[in-house]
């Protein structure tokens, strides 16, 4: 596959967009990062769920954990969790503040072992999200609307056409964001057809507030 150039229409900056970051977005860069792929065509959006600790929103320490500044001691929990290192590209919190980790050019570490439209290694390829929230809870409507105008700007400065959870690439592993997350808002909220979902997802029509 051709390497996207940096002259490529879809991967020119816009508006929106300053280099590889969202110009609306907090910016606090991580150093778990790497480089993607040569030839790699970014067309995935795996979608996440997390809080730490778990069920306690609001707080500082999702930041700190994706910039290796954790106390580990500080929780119990997170002695479950010592010495991990992790990232992703985004994180939506509960009020709709989209905070950006990583250049969307770069590898995030947010997918682990994971296959997805007959590919592994969804690291190399997708874009990571991470939504403040509990697997199986559900998410507030400011993260909704949040999302889908990051889903639309992602699409204006990458290639992207698949959207899946971490439950979908990595079955058995992952279970997020889980029941809780209303596949079929965001679907008509994006209301277009370029958008490839999990068949699984949209069985129902989407939840009220």
């Known amino acids: ?5 940096a002259d490529d229409p879809v991967h020119a900056d816009t508006g929106d967009w300053d280099g590889g970051w969202l110009r609306t977005a907090r ?3 991580s150093p778990n990062v790497g480089t993607r792929p040569e030839g790699a ?3 995935l959006i795996v979608l996440h769920s997390i809080s730490l600790p ?3 929103y609001g707080g500082p320490e999702v930041e700190q954990l994706f910039t290796n500044r954790l106390d580990w001691a500080a929780h119990p929990y997170f002695e479950q969790i010592r010495g991990l290192e992790v990232s992703a590209h985004f994180f939506v919190r509960r009020d709709g503040e989209i905070v950006q980790f990583a250049d969307v050019d ?3 570490w947010h997918a682990g072992a994971s296959r997805w439209r007959g590919r592994e ?5 997708s ?3 991470e939504l403040e929230g509990l697997e199986g809870d559900s998410f507030a409507a400011p993260q909704y609307d949040a ?3 990051l889903c639309q700007a992602l699409q204006q400065r990458c290639p992207i056409r698949h959207i899946a959870g971490h439950e979908h690439v990595a079955p058995g592993r992952k279970q997020d964001p889980g029941a809780g997350f209303d596949w079929p808002r965001l679907a008509h909220a994006l209301g277009d057809a370029r958008w490839c979902f999990p068949e699984c997802v949209l069985t129902t029509p989407p939840r009220d507030d």
């Open 147 to 149: 999302l889908v105008h």
């Open 127 to 129: 874009i990571g999200i």
């Open 27 to 29: 910016h606090v860069p």
């Open 41 to 43: 065509c970014v067309d």
């Open 1 to 5: 596959m051709k390497k996207p150039r």
């Open 54 to 56: 778990p069920g306690i």
């Open 121 to 125: 290694n969804c690291n190399d390829d």
């Open 106 to 108: 770069a590898r995030a």
